[in-house]
Each structure stands twice: as C-alpha cells, then as structure tokens.
T-cell receptor, first 112, second 113 residues
Framework: SQQGEEDPQALSIQEGENATMNCSYKTSINNLQWYRQNSGRGLVHLILIRSNEREKHSGRLRVTLDTSKKSSSLLITASRAADTASYFC????????????FGTGTRLQVFP | NAGVTQTPKFQVLKTGQSMTLQCAQDMNHNSMYWYRQDPGMGLRLIYY???????DKGEVPNGYNVSRLNKREFSLRLESAAPSQTSVYFC????????????FGDGTRLSIL
C-alpha cells in the first residue's frame, strides 16, 4: 500500500506563479525525498529532508516537513514551462532505509 | 555517462509468453530495484537487491522473478505474462545505506494482450 499520498492530484498554473504540492504519510520516517518525472522518462531525485529537519532549500525548491502531522510540502517558486512534470514524495520503508515507498504523485502543468 | 540503462524500451507480449527485462547501471551502486508504475498508483516495488547475490521481495512480487547477475546487472523475468502485468517497469539503483537517492532508468513499457 502507498505510504504517501500527494495533494492535489493535478495542478495547472501560469509561468511565474508558485506551485505547492503536499504529501501525507502514515508511519514514522527517517527521511523523505521528492522526485520529478517528466513524461516518458524515469524519476529524478530533487531533494531529501531528514526527519530532524523542518525546512530545506535547493534553488527554486523549498521543502518543509512536519513530522507531528506526518506531512511534507514542496514549493516551486517562479515556475517555468520546463517544470511541467509529475512530482512524487517517497519515504523510507520501516526497518529498511534503502527501500522507498512512493506516493501517487501530483501532475503539474505550467502554461507559458 | 549512461547511469541506469533498461532494455527493451517497448514490448508487446501475448498472454502466457515469457520475457526478461534487462537493467544495467554503471555507477558502482550496491542496491538495485525493480518497480512497476500504473496510472494513479505511483511506483510499487517488485523486488530489491542489496548486493550481488541477494534479492528480496517488495510489495508486488507475485508473477515475477529476478536475478542479480553481478554488481552492474539486475534482470526481471515474467515467466507467464498476464494482462494484469501490463505496466511501465522501472529499474533503479542507489548507494547502500540510509538517505541515498535512487537513480532511475527511463523504463520499459510492456503491454500484454
């Protein structure tokens, strides 16, 4: 069963706007990762946040983690058409931190 | 800089046929994974290999077998394909240990008629 559920399932915005995607998970984690998947391609790792971190930045990406609510958010600022992709959160599986459990993803469409 | 290479990219099978999906990585990673991706389901782990010679079942292993041929290669075999196995299959690899990102191939799109 999925550990993570993303919200919304789909998001459409204009270039220059910010995009926020949320991920909720069910059990305790050691870390949470976000991945991007362009159409017809494999997933690409974006950023990892550890359970003892609350916020992390990488370029135009900002990730927050609230372990008390078992939720994370990914913010993409000043979106570009090239950001059009599906975004997945992934959490480490209980007892084995090499394995990941992926959420169902958010499909982001950025219109020029 | 190939990363993770999957072959074939597309395949159509008839029910009951067998086939092997190939995966190779050139990053000297210990851990390798096979996932399937279905619409609305995200990625689900089929099998996992922590090192050469070891394999472990994931969430949806039924109907599949795997072989970790060496450190570079990890193959997935469908012995008797069923329509329910129509999916996109992804191979990934990572360094061993916690907090390691996974690196993915571009997938094999498999249709079973």
């Amino acid at each position: 069963s999925q550990q993570g559920e993303e919200d919304p399932q789909a998001l459409s915005i204009q270039e220059g706007e910010n995009a926020t995607m949320n991920c909720s998970y069910k059990t305790s984690i050691n870390n949470l990762q976000w991945y991007r998947q362009n159409s017809g391609r494999g997933l690409v790792h974006l950023i990892l946040i550890r359970s003892n971190e609350r916020e992390k930045h990488s370029g135009r990406l900002r990730v927050t983690l609230d372990t008390s609510k078992k939720s994370s958010s990914l913010l993409i600022t000043a979106s570009r058409a090239a950001d059009t992709a599906s975004y997945f959160c992934a959490t480490d599986a209980s007892g084995n931190t090499d394995k990941l459990i992926f959420g169902t993803g958010t499909r982001l469409q950025v219109f020029p | 800089n190939a990363g993770v290479t999957q072959t074939p990219k597309f395949q159509v099978l008839k029910t009951g046929q067998s086939m092997t999906l190939q995966c190779a990585q050139d990053m000297n990673h210990n851990s390798m994974y096979w996932y399937r991706q279905d619409p609305g389901m995200g990625l689900r782990l089929i099998y996992y290999s922590a090192s050469e010679g070891t394999t472990d079942k994931g969430e949806v292993p039924n109907g599949y077998n795997v072989s970790r041929l060496n450190k570079r290669e990890f193959s997935l075999r469908l012995e008797s394909a069923a329509p329910s196995q129509t999916s996109v299959y992804f191979c990934a690899s990572s360094e061993q240990g916690p907090k390691r990102p996974q690196h993915f191939g571009d997938g094999t799109r498999l249709s079973i008629l």
